[in-house]
């Protein structure tokens, strides 16, 4: 949408939307479009001041407020979105939560389909509760069932349905679930490897799938069960396995780019130069999947996959509603250690062989 070269007329109701600006910020041109209506001048106090203040005087009129630059203001209309009430909230979550307990429960029995599903239940409410504690409208967990081994589920999702007011709440719903997914995750990784076993290494093709271990694992594996000599292998309990996989999902919901957490991280910390980190991450993704070839391994076509999806999904992330206000020194330095986690958890090549 262009601004006319100078102030244009406006109708009833976009004068009576113009007059709640009031104090807060100086229109000096307008423009108005579909429902939309933006304006060109000056805030008046801080953005997050002008944000809390043009949001309770807007709420009732059915708009929002988006500050995206200091000199522009948006006013967003927003249609009423009644979160689905009864069974018919309930119905969807409920079925495919069932089958995600039968995939993993086929692929690895109780103890692993029991502790999988904790993993991923803590990882998606903690987004869940966040995002509610700050008054929006999300769905509930949908986990992804898969029939297929080695980990018998694709993870979980929760939907957004209304737009994120802040970076901080950006910030605090994108990583909520990973902290929460690995505060289960990490204890269970400990038992499980305390109940493994030290074993001479099995060949391949005998059935058994063998893990590439990220550096976090690795880490566990040799305080718990000490130095693993040559020729041998850790014969993971299903309780160590439920933890790899817990890493692996948190690993992947990391990846700073898109809509995953690591993106929502990203953008909050980094704002719009993130396009430039999640353009090189998708790069990153194939180059991890061609790498192999170059030490006489075999490609790793699953990073193939994510960064092929990251591609079609979009790796930009859209911005909140109020984009000017940066984020405090302490969740700047908790976003760069997650950057740090990522590299912890992530497996070089995830499955070598079955």
Not at 72 to 99: H, I, N, Y
Not at 134 to 156: C, D, E, N
Not at 263 to 284: C, D, F, M, N, S
């Amino acid at each position: 949408m262009q601004f006319p070269p100078g102030p244009t007329p406006i109708e009833e109701w976009q004068f009576l939307l113009a007059r709640q600006l009031a104090g807060v910020f100086h229109a000096e041109e307008w423009a108005a479009r579909d429902g939309l209506l933006r304006f060109r001048g000056r805030l008046l106090v801080a953005p997050d001041e002008a944000f809390a203040i043009l949001s309770e005087r807007l709420r009732p009129q059915g708009y929002v407020p988006q500050l995206l630059r200091p000199d522009e203001l948006t006013l967003l209309r927003l249609p009423p979105a009644p979160q689905p009430t009864g069974p018919r909230r309930w119905a969807l979550p409920a079925v495919l939560f069932l089958a995600t307990v039968v995939t993993t429960f086929l692929v690895g029995g109780t103890w692993y389909a029991a502790a999988v599903m904790a993993i991923l239940a803590f990882h998606e409410l903690g987004h869940y509760v966040t995002a509610r504690l700050y008054g929006m409208r999300v769905s509930l967990p949908l986990f992804i069932p898969m029939p297929l081994p080695p980990m018998g589920t694709m993870g979980a999702i929760i939907r957004m349905r209304s737009p994120v007011p802040s970076r901080r709440v950006l910030f605090d719903v994108g990583i909520a679930g990973p902290l929460a997914g690995l505060f289960l995750a990490m204890p269970l990784t400990v038992v499980g490897l305390s109940l493994s076993r030290v074993v001479p290494h099995l060949p391949r093709g005998v059935g058994v799938v063998e893990f590439q271990e990220p550096l976090l694992f690795q880490a566990m594996t040799r305080l718990i069960l000490g130095p693993v000599p040559d020729g041998a292998t850790v014969l993971a309990h299903p309780l160590a396995i439920a933890g790899w996989v817990g890493f692996f999902v948190t690993a992947l919901n990391l990846i700073p780019a898109g809509q995953l957490d690591g993106g929502h991280i990203t953008y909050a910390v980094l704002g719009r130069r993130h396009e430039k980190v999640a353009l090189v991450t998708v790069i990153a993704l194939f180059g991890m999947a061609i790498f192999p070839l170059l030490l006489g391994s075999e490609i790793q076509l699953n990073w193939a996959v994510w960064g092929s999806l990251l591609l079609v999904m979009g790796y930009r992330h859209p911005p909140p509603l109020n984009d000017l206000t940066v984020l405090d020194p302490v969740r700047r330095v908790m976003g760069v250690l997650t950057w740090g986690l990522f590299f912890l958890l992530i497996p070089p090549a995830p499955f070598v062989s079955f």
